[in-house]
C-alpha cells in the first residue's frame, strides 16, 4: 500500500523538525556578520541547491544589499571586503571551488553552506555554515530521508536562508514595509 501524502508529510515535517532542532542557535552568526561587512555579495550553487541561493539573493536585494547571482551578466568583480557564498551541500563542488579560488586570489572573502563540513568545498571556505541534513552524499546510509536524494537539505536550506533574513532584518532596521518597496512592479 502506498503512503497518504498525509503520512509522508507528516514524516518529511518531523524531519526538519529535527534538522533544525540540531542547528545550534549561533549557527548563522559567522554568515550573517560575513554578509554584514560585505561591500558586494554573489552567490552561487548548482541544482536545486541553486534555486535555493538565488531565493536567498533575491531577499539579500530586499534588504537593500549589493547581490548577485554567479553567471549574471550584472555580475560584478568580486575583491577586498566582498563576499561569494556558495552552496555544496555533500562538501564536494568543483565549479564552487573553482569560484571560490578566483574569489579569494582577488580578496574576497568565501562562505559555505553544506552538511558535510569536512568536504573539499567547506575546507577552503573562510566561513562555514552546517544545515544537518541528508544529501546526495547520505541517502543511501541505513536512516534515510522520506524525502528523495538531496531534498532534505534543499529544503531545509530554503528555510535556514529565510531565518537568516530575518535575523539581518533586525540587524540592519528593516521591516517588512521597506522589503517590501524593493520587490520588483514588473510581473
Known sequence: MQASIASLGASALDELHQVFRAIPDEAADNLIN??????????YGCGREGLAIKGFAMRLFHLGL???????????????????IVTAGTGHLNSGEAFMRVAKEDGAKTAV?????????PMQADCVTVIPAQTMAN???????????GSLFEIAQTIFFEFVI???RDRLSETAETMRGRHTNLE
Open 113 to 121: 553552506i553544506t552538511s558535510q563540513p569536512n568536504g573539499t568545498t
Open 34 to 43: 560575513a554578509i554584514l561587512e560585505a561591500n558586494k555579495i554573489a552567490v
Open 166 to 168: 530575518l535575523k539581518l
Open 139 to 149: 541517502d543511501q546510509s541505513v536512516s534515510v530521508s522520506v524525502l528523495p536524494m
Open 66 to 84: 549589493h547581490v548577485s547571482v554567479l553567471g549574471d551578466m550584472t555580475t560584478p568583480h568580486l575583491g577586498n571586503g566582498d563576499l561569494l
